[in-house]
């Protein structure tokens, strides 16, 4: 059954570097105070004898530096090369967009494409495709496998893979711009018939309901060019600038990861998105209290 060979393979090398390293500083030590303490000054001391050099203690210490970093110089190829082993015609599970400040997926075998909350499934290894909208940013979730850069024009590649369910956090790693310490991640593992009905739900077109406040809420985000930057499957709503918000209201966090997906804070980044998340490029339509009320209304049931 395949492990988390990438995860454990960078783990496996980075002891061996602090094992070596922490014997070099342990005998630096011992040799500091084993001169201090034998070479202290004695009152009734002569003057030592006067050495210059040690070319045998010499050549020894520096063949042994060589041997060292040439064995590190090997391993830490031989890791680069197995936890790297794209193949030449890839077909990622899952493609990766970094925006300022957010994350897209895309999903090419389903045709899920969802934001922030990336979902997959225990036990498999998946190939994922990072890309990048605007600038660079860096993909890295440490439990389940390598850090990655995103660079605008190129793509990269990463495998992930996650033993048991649960959710496992990471951060974009390259500073980019304003909102970078915003820019979390959360990748969900679920059991494989989880994973498949989550995806079946995210196909399904959103909800539509009778009430007064929620079709005051649809019609207010189309009115109010919402639709100018966000998605939603199932309606005309195809732009992609923003976070699809098909099923936003299964998501248990939003902004990045940033806030739990709640009334409070919906309505807090509605009314002020600049107080919530300065430098986002969502704009303040200084919205009223009502219709506040109906867009919450609206987007909260977009499950």
Known sequence: MFQTTNVELIDKLFIYFLVVAGIIFLLVVFFVFYYLFKYRRKQTAEEPEQIHGNEKLEYSLTAVAILITGIFTYLTIDTMRKVQDIPDNPEPFVQIIGHQWWWEAQYPETGVITANEIHIP?????????NSD??????????LGRKMDMIPGITNYVWLYADKPGEY????SEFCGAQHAGMRIRVIADEERAFNSWSQQQLEPVAQLDDPLFKKGEKLFEEKTCTNCHAINGTPFTMKVGPNLTHFASRK??????????EENLRAWLHDPQNVKPGAKMPNFIFSDQEVDALVEYINNLK
Request: charged share 15%; glycine share 10%.
């Open 134 to 143: 605007d600038v660079i940013h860096s993909w890295w979730v440490a439990q």
């Open 122 to 130: 225990v036990g498999k290894k998946v190939l994922v495709q990072l």
């Open 169 to 172: 956090l990471g951060t974009c």
């Open 253 to 262: 966090h939003f902004l990045g990861d940033l806030k739990v997906n709640n």
